[in-house]
């Protein structure tokens, strides 16, 4: 809802300006060719950067959305494998995935590495040290596979940071934007008064302001809605018969997806919503939602 606000006035006011701005020509201020010169080289280095970023950008998206799929499946492939080792040791190892994976919804977890989740994460080596003396090669064997892909776990989820905050920095953002400033300005000052003219300038402009906005949506991770970002986490609560996970914050954003009619709804302060964490159907979470919202 709030991209089609933005992206609607921005076309209302790309339309309005163009047809406002009858064109330096129509004012008596002729132009000359070095204006149509700047805008054929503005326009050349700002699709070759806007290219570069969001060819980068896409590539980033991709390999984290990778790396998420495949920590998930390691989570509920470690979930699978603790099940032999008994029922203690596999109700232990789902706690552990449990807190590890609630902590990342508080604040900006996601791709941070927090004491606790490190703790959580971690743990489940210790929790290899209350098994008892195995005694048969399939135990063994599932052992060697449990701490394999717990290895594995904690490599992917590093590289997952790692990639995930990875960004277009403010001084990349600079040559971007001031190519886009120069461009729109020429754009103006070519255009004719004509209704035709006006129209057309004002549809490229929109495009400009376009192309910024996925480079934005691109570089939060945006690109798809929320799925990349929060479903692949939600299938692991989903797998371990847990009921699934949501900070208020998603509640009020509409990020519940539908067909979860009831969930655990973190209401902590601060940010840290595992805080305080309770079992709530859709409605009465949107209830809390708007009384968090009115208070």
């Known amino acids: ?167 277009v920095s403010l001084l990349q953002w600079l040559p971007l934007l001031l190519l886009a400033t120069i461009l729109i300005t020429s754009i103006f000052a070519l255009k004719s008064d004509t209704a035709l003219s006006s129209f057309l300038s004002g549809m490229l402009v929109f495009t400009i302001f376009t192309v910024l906005y996925v480079i934005k949506d691109l570089s939060d991770l945006n690109l798809g809605g929320e799925f990349l970002k929060f479903e692949t986490i939600e299938r692991v609560f989903d797998f371990m018969g847990r009921p699934r996970y949501y900070p208020l914050c998603h509640v009020r954003e509409g990020l519940v997806p539908p067909g979860v009619e009831r969930f655990r709804l973190g209401m902590g302060k601060g940010r840290i919503y595992s805080a305080h964490i309770i079992e709530v159907s859709r409605e009465q979470a949107l209830r809390h939602a708007r009384g968090i919202q009115e208070a």
């Open 1 to 167: 809802m709030r991209k089609l606000v933005v992206l609607g006035g921005a076309l209302a006011l790309s339309l309005i300006a163009a047809f406002t701005f009858p064109g330096a020509a129509a004012l008596g201020a002729p132009h000359g060719e070095d204006i149509a010169t700047l805008r054929n080289v503005s326009s050349l280095l700002f699709g070759i950067l806007a290219g570069f970023f969001v060819a980068f950008l896409l590539n980033r998206f991709t390999a984290i959305r990778s790396l998420l799929s495949r920590e998930s499946s390691m989570l509920m492939e470690l979930y699978r494998l603790s099940q032999p080792f008994g029922p203690e040791f596999a109700a232990r190892t789902t706690e552990l995935i449990d807190t590890y994976l609630i902590d990342r919804f508080d604040g900006a977890n996601y791709f941070s590495f927090t004491m606790r989740g490190r703790d959580s994460l971690f743990g489940l080596f210790d929790n290899l040290d209350t098994l008892p003396p195995l005694t048969s090669q399939n135990l063994t064997s599932m052992h060697r596979n449990f701490v394999a892909t717990l290895r594995e776990t904690i490599a992917l989820r590093r590289e997952t940071i790692v990639t995930g905050t990875i960004t």
